[in-house]
């Protein structure tokens, strides 16, 4: 199994817009973010987690041309804007997008995509085809030869879902899980976790908060994600974190055993 950080940055992504501090001027890829986005790819399966505004560029970066699945953490537009983008793989591919979330975030998806969602008859051509496909918290799901484990976490206001594919798990977006809900993330090898800055934040894990949950699994390896440019320069977060923990970037692939 591999992963591909489509993408690792904030709401905002990095550079910000006007910001003129040290991470948004440098010119070090490893401190340029797109919205936060992941790839996973299991025997010629590829599977998306999320899809912000930047879905197009990180897409054709990561050069796939098929899609077996999209499926989304929860409903903010930092990982659901870029859901037009995905009619590219219904026009070459001829077949609907299968598409995983919450009964929550397809309510969103459907306000926002009205368009998409239009029965065939009234529905535009060439508009992006999809397949709804529900994600119950308390009930895994497979998509191909992947069952995946839904994972609940608080967001501030909202909740999130994180997901556990054998010794993998991902989490994003966290600002705290559920005591019943982090039992299920016992013996993780491979965890992938947010860190948004060094200050406490309402709804996201500060570095310290993300590190203590590091500590509490002891995955073998760990990777930062949802960085915003308050965290500091990569070289700089990279010094300081423990052996087993790593400041991810864009463009990042990691690969390692799948053991379901």
Known sequence: MRVRFLG?????????????????????????????????QSRGLNIVFDCGPDFR?????????????????????????GLDEVRAFTIWNKKPVNVYASQIVQTELKRNYSYVFLPPETKYPGAA?????????????????????????????????GFRIGD?????????IYPDEIKKLAGVKYLIINALQHEPHY??????????????????QAYLTHISHKLGLYADVAAILPPNVHVAYDGLEIAFDFND
Do not use: W
């Open 203 to 220: 709804s996201h894990l500060s570095l310290t908060e993300a590190l203590a949950i590091v500590r509490q699994l002891q995955p073998q």
């Open 57 to 81: 560029q990180q897409i054709l970066e990561a050069k796939i041309n098929t899609l077996d699945g999209l499926v989304f953490t929860h409903q903010h537009s930092d990982h659901t804007a």
């Open 168 to 176: 993998f798990a991902y989490m994003t977006d966290v600002k705290y």
């Open 8 to 40: 690792t940055g904030t709401s905002t992504g990095i550079p910000l817009i006007g910001c003129n501090c040290a991470v948004c001027t440098n010119t070090h890829p490893y401190n340029k973010r797109l919205r936060t986005s992941l790839l996973l």
């Open 129 to 161: 085809d999809f397949s709804l496909c529900t994600i119950e918290k308390v009930k895994p799901f497979s998509i191909g030869h992947l069952d995946l484990i839904p994972i609940e976490a608080n967001h501030g206001f909202v909740d999130v879902l």
